[in-house]
């Protein structure tokens, strides 16, 4: 499979795409004013103990308290995306956990990590289980874990890593993951970046000691640093830069850990920008649209909502020849391999519900199912997806670690309030008449300018033009219709009195 790295870099914005078989399957955007705060360490206060849930709220300086549950505080190691499978975080194992208050008390001070960024209405998540990510290793300084990412197949490999690294890690050090990347790991490097891991756990202690909470003790590498850092190896065949200075930095970087990529990385200088070039452009617009068509002329819905992310595959025009089971057996293969890239492109995670069409073949199901966990596998976010249900759902879910694409770089519709929708004309209409009648029974207006858009003042004017006759006439009313192309489509303002005084408020209810 063809990968590429796309970085375009501007002083105001840093975007980073990546492509497989030339088609874009993930976008980050780094900007200065919303910077990512996932991986930063912090020194807290504890704010609250809330034993009811388990959980306390702690002081980290941001808007909202960070929320740290039990389970980030009593686990015996870190657990890292990189993870060994046989030996992973325990996720959907039920795992026993002592009183939080056994723990952990208000008032205290507590070096915490950002494992996940304020979404919505809910401040960061934090954990006080440290993990420092290198190139080939993640060290954990509380854990006695030694891992081998499980992307790491080789037997004799893994074998060989666990050795080594229970080999040259100090008594008492710690605990370490060895990366993807880290295959084919040699003493020197792992002894260096361990080294190197272990001075930055010491500086961050020391600066602990001596700073007052809240306060930022480490940052996380920035977005173009970790990419480098957590993707860009062997397995890429090209990271192309359209930014002089961050090609400097890149090859710099790279210089230290890894020289041999050095000939893999290109700076774009053609007139063109390097998104147009490669169709990015489009391929992000399509990214925040509801509709995304199939190859087979089938196509998905995709629906964000509060409590999880609904997705409904159709048949669309793709009628097939005669087997209607091929028809739908096909067009399900075709949306597990866009329900995955989508995932990972939109960033979206929590809770997914994938409504396939309707296979009486169990063997279909299953064959569906398995291409769709084929092409999770390549995501880097920590994914699992369930059985097919009696419903004929599929349920999985995706590690969420900052908001999705489009809640980032989008925000709500100050006409439909995020709804994507608004009231026709004629509900409008319906609304206005209801108002005029409270006008008539408060009885202290006589005179109503009623003020709409345009779209429902020709509504009026084409399909209902006797309303206004028949409103003055019923409620004994002067009544002035005028547009205003300012105004949305479902609003409406009631002015009364030579003075327009605005009196929607009082009339306007529903």
């Known amino acids: 499979m063809k990968r590429e790295i796309l970085i375009s870099a501007t002083p105001q914005e840093t975007r980073v795409a990546i492509l497989e078989d030339d088609v ?15 991986g930063d360490i912090y020194l807290g206060q504890v704010e609250a103990v809330l034993p009811g849930i388990q959980a306390a709220f702690v002081d980290i300086g941001t808007e909202k308290a960070a929320f740290l549950h039990v389970s980030d505080v009593a686990r015996d ?68 874990h030694i891992g081998v990412s499980r992307k790491i197949e080789d037997r004799e490999e893994r074998a060989r890593l666990r050795a080594l690294a229970r080999e040259i890690l100090p008594e008492d050090a710690g605990g370490v993951i060895i990366r993807t990347v880290g295959e084919e790991l040699t003493r020197e490097v792992f ?83 390097l998104f147009d070039k490669y169709g990015i ?20 819905i995709i629906e964000p909502t509060e409590a999880l992310v609904s997705i409904d595959v159709n048949t669309g025009r793709y009628t ?40 009486e073949s169990r063997a279909n199901q299953e064959r569906v ?26 349920e999985m879910t ?18 439909c309030g995020g709804t994507g929708r608004v009231f026709t004309p004629e509900t409008v209409v319906r609304r206005i008449e209801r108002a005029i009648r409270r006008v008539s029974v408060d009885g202290t207006e006589r005179r109503i300018t009623i003020r709409v858009h ?28 005028r547009d205003d192309p300012l105004m949305r489509q479902d609003e409406f303002r009631l002015l009364a009195g030579p003075a327009d005084t605005d009196v929607t408020a009082r009339y306007a209810l529903g």
């Open 191 to 273: 002894e260096r970046e361990l080294k190197m891991l272990l001075n930055t756990w010491k500086k961050i202690q020391r600066r602990a000691r001596s700073a007052r909470p809240p306060v930022l003790i480490h940052r996380e590498a920035k977005l173009t640093s970790g990419i480098i850092r957590d993707v860009f190896s062997d397995k890429v065949d090209s990271l192309i830069i359209d930014s002089k200075e961050v090609y400097n930095e890149v090859k710099q970087y790279l210089l230290g850990v890894a020289p041999e990529l050095l000939n893999r990385v290109h700076l774009y200088t053609e007139a063109v920008p």
């Open 77 to 144: 190691y870190a657990a890292d995306e990189d993870e060994d499978e046989d030996e992973g975080n325990g996720e959907g194992k039920t795992r026993r956990y002592p009183p939080i208050q056994d723990l952990i008390q208000k008032g205290q001070r507590a070096i915490v990590q950002v494992s996940k960024e304020p979404i919505g209405t809910k401040g960061p998540r934090v954990t006080t289980q440290i993990s420092l990510p290198g190139r080939f290793l993640v060290y954990m300084p509380d854990s006695k």
């Open 24 to 38: 874009l399957v993930e976008l980050m955007v780094d900007r200065p004013d919303t910077e990512r705060i996932v």
């Open 398 to 415: 995706r590690q969420r670690v900052r908001p999705p694409l489009f809640q980032s770089l989008t925000e709500p519709c100050t006409h």
């Open 281 to 300: 452009e489009e391929a992000i617009r399509e990214a925040f649209q509801r509709r995304v068509d199939l190859p087979s002329g089938g196509y998905i």
């Open 369 to 394: 199912l398995q291409e769709l966990r084929t092409y999770l596998n390549r995501d880097r976010a920590r994914t699992r997806a369930f059985q097919v249900s009696e419903l004929g759902l599929v």
């Open 454 to 481: 345009p779209q429902v003042a020709l509504h009026i004017l084409e399909q209902e033009p006797g309303l206004l006759k028949r409103l003055q006439k019923s409620f004994h009313l002067e009544l002035d219709l």
């Open 320 to 359: 097939g020849r005669k087997d209607p089971e091929k028809t739908i057996l096909r067009t399900n293969l075709d949306a597990a391999r866009e329900i995955a890239r989508q995932l990972r492109l939109r960033d979206v995670g929590g809770i997914i519900v994938c409504d396939f069409i309707d296979m």
